[in-house]
């Protein structure tokens, strides 16, 4: 039930197109959702964070969208570059607790 | 440098040796967790810390991880007795106390690697 299920494992796109990538949980406690972005070799980078009591969050080129009800979030990046290629992880975290639950991560390229 | 800072960047040990792996927070943040990253796999949490108390170590091996965060330095992550599977890439992450754990920064991380 601490499981987030992300999908794809990895995805490319051509310069410009919208990747989504997808994240499902479980456990309805969960009451923040992030994203992070990793390039090879270093940390993870939080990106953007949304909150259950909104549908759809906005910073910049990223988009998170949030489905209470199916249990469903998604980060969408607009006009994708190819310094965006990088692998994203969406996690989850419950009020109560300290831990960040990592989906098992997307792998992004996007193509010049 | 404000971010978290981590040391060494990477480090190597034969089997059976100790590794000892050090974490700075953010400056204000006196919150700090630690997760391992296995290769191809996404980040597992290990342990979370304040200044002299560990708070939750339900994600630590029960043997040869511990965990400490003193009052003056750095928290460091110490593993004896590596073993291969020990190997790695563990993440330190640091938020304020106000954040309630939920802003959590990441440091660039040490790479383990058991020979």
């Known amino acids: 039930q601490q499981q987030v299920k992300q999908s794809p494992q990895s995805l490319i796109v051509q310069k410009g197109g919208i990747p989504i990538i997808n994240c499902a949980y479980e456990?309805?406690?969960?009451?923040?959702f992030p994203w992070y972005q990793q390039f090879p070799g270093k940390g993870p980078a939080l990106l953007i964070a949304?909150?259950?009591?909104?549908s759809e969050k906005k910073e910049g080129r990223f988009t998170i969208s949030f489905n209470k009800s199916a249990k469903q979030f998604s980060l969408h990046i607009m006009d994708s570059q190819p310094g965006d290629s990088a692998t994203y992880f969406c996690?989850?975290?419950?009020?109560?607790?300290?831990?960040?639950?990592f989906g098992e991560g997307t792998q992004l390229t996007v193509n010049p | 440098n404000a971010g978290v800072m981590q040391n060494p960047r990477h480090l190597v040990r034969r089997r059976g040796q100790e590794a000892r792996l050090r974490c700075s927070p953010m400056?204000?943040?006196?919150?700090v967790y630690w997760y391992r990253q296995l290769p191809e796999e996404g980040l597992k949490f290990m342990v979370y810390?304040?200044?002299?108390?560990?708070?939750?170590e339900s994600g630590m091996p029960k043997e040869r991880f511990s965990a400490e965060f003193p009052k003056e330095g750095p928290s460091i992550l110490r593993i004896q007795q590596v073993v291969r599977g020990d190997s790695a890439a563990y993440f330190c992450?640091?938020?304020?106390?106000?954040?309630?754990?939920?802003?959590?920064?990441f440091g660039p991380g040490t790479r383990l690697t058991v020979t």
């Open positions: 992450a640091s938020s304020s106390g106000t954040a309630g754990g939920y802003e959590q920064y």
């Open positions: 456990n309805t406690a969960f009451d923040y």
């Open positions: 996690a989850a975290k419950v009020p109560s607790g300290s831990r960040l639950t």
């Open positions: 400056k204000g943040h006196s919150h």
């Open positions: 810390l304040q200044k002299e108390n560990i708070i939750d």
């Open positions: 949304i909150r259950p009591d909104v």
